[in-house]
């Protein structure tokens, strides 16, 4: 008869706790990805990678014994949509904290939203305004494309070419990188020789191009994200522009690559360091975690883990690490995330603050080289 009551009386207990385990609802976390239109190169693998994680979250036993849900909307890119979904996920569904949009000018429009409702928003977007100023309920993964023009400026400083031309697109995103490229020039003895802008729905850049070969310009930096930067590389090549040219971390994908074809060689961008992973000498303290973000993802999607996806895995990760501490709600997560101090992410090192919720330095930048089809190290 004992022998019978042991195992029935385990089985009880261990169904008692698994009960007590989930009995607290699930932490909503809202998502905001453009995984279609013209920035899906950039929402799908966050979008992915904001799921791929938070599974293995739950499957390892939640955070503190309470699973995560994620609750998923596509933006399309479109910031009128970015927010009135942003209102959904407050008003409807509850969440606790928002991860993404994923470009600037939706962060932009999506933010009085947040500051209002007062939700922890982690962006994905490289805009530096949107932390700067220091809004209290926003932070952001991406790298500040402040960082973005700084690695760039450096380089050219070493290659002793002081004269650039900027092609930006007349998007957020393409505004907040000119104004940044403009602020920063004289900092790193660079002259402006020609500044021209670009639509987002523009199909042939001939004209700009055509206008900036006749300046005294050294070098080309484009501003942009998919789809323009690769019709421009292709135009730059069928004018036989012989500038050397330079792209922003908006195209850091192998998206870009396929787009713009052989008109990307020799094209130079900054970049975290996800994409040159396996090249990233053994010392260097990303190194591991980079590796294991790739090989996870290529299980799970059968395609290399990047540099977007790499921001959505760090706002989940961080977001993680303030549930640890304790935090269930609006505002103590919001407290746990600016006490966050060398949390080693994909995008680099991060440490918030009150006076910094962007968190990274000029180290989460690499500069790299478009060789054959694939990103190589610029040293």
Not at 187 to 194: H, L, P, Q
Not at 234 to 260: D, T
Request: charged content about 20%; cysteine-free.
């Amino acid at each position: 008869m004992g022998i019978r009551i042991v195992p029935l009386f385990v089985a009880a207990f261990t169904l008692l706790v698994s009960t007590a385990v989930f009995a607290a609802p699930p932490l909503k976390i809202g998502g905001l990805f453009a995984v279609t239109g013209p920035a899906a190169f950039l929402g799908e693998p966050e979008r992915n990678t904001a799921r791929m994680v938070i599974d293995e979250i739950n499957k390892a036993g939640g955070v503190k014994g309470r699973k995560l849900e994620l609750v998923v909307y596509d933006t399309a890119g479109d910031a009128t949509k970015a927010v009135q979904l942003a209102t959904k996920l407050i008003k409807d569904d509850k969440v606790a904290a928002i991860i993404g949009p994923s470009t600037t000018g939706e962060t932009m429009a999506v933010i009085p939203v947040v500051e209002r409702e007062q939700i922890p928003l982690i962006s994905l977007s490289a805009g530096s305004k949107i932390t700067d100023p220091v809004k209290k309920w926003v932070f952001k993964t991406a790298q500040n494309d402040a960082l973005a023009v700084g690695r760039i400026f450096e380089y050219l400083q070493k290659q002793k070419q002081t004269k650039v031309a900027i092609l930006s697109v007349s998007d957020g995103f393409g505004s907040s990188g000119r104004e940044q490229l403009k602020a920063q020039a004289a900092k790193y003895g660079m002259t402006i020789a020609s500044d021209d802008t670009y639509g987002p729905k523009d199909t042939d850049m001939t004209a700009q191009l055509t206008k900036i070969r006749g300046s005294q310009a050294q070098a080309l930096i484009v501003w942009g994200t998919n789809p323009g930067p690769a019709v421009i590389a292709k135009n730059a090549r069928q004018l036989g522009l012989k500038l050397p040219l330079y792209m922003s971390h908006g195209v850091s994908s192998k998206k870009f690559i396929e787009l713009a074809g052989d008109a990307a060689e020799g094209i130079r961008l900054p970049s975290g360091k996800v994409i040159v992973a396996d090249v990233l000498p053994a010392s260097d303290s990303q190194k591991k975690s980079l590796l294991a973000f790739v090989k996870d993802y290529q299980n799970h999607y059968k395609a290399e883990g990047d540099h977007f996806g790499g921001h959505a895995w760090d706002a989940v990760m961080l977001l993680k690490g303030s549930l640890e501490h304790g935090a269930a709600t609006p505002d103590a997560i919001r407290e746990q995330l600016e006490k966050t101090r060398q949390f080693h992410g994909i995008g680099g090192t991060f440490t918030y603050s009150a006076q910094d919720h962007a968190g990274l330095g000029k180290d989460a930048f690499v500069l790299v080289e478009i060789r054959n089809r694939d990103w190589v190290l610029v040293k």
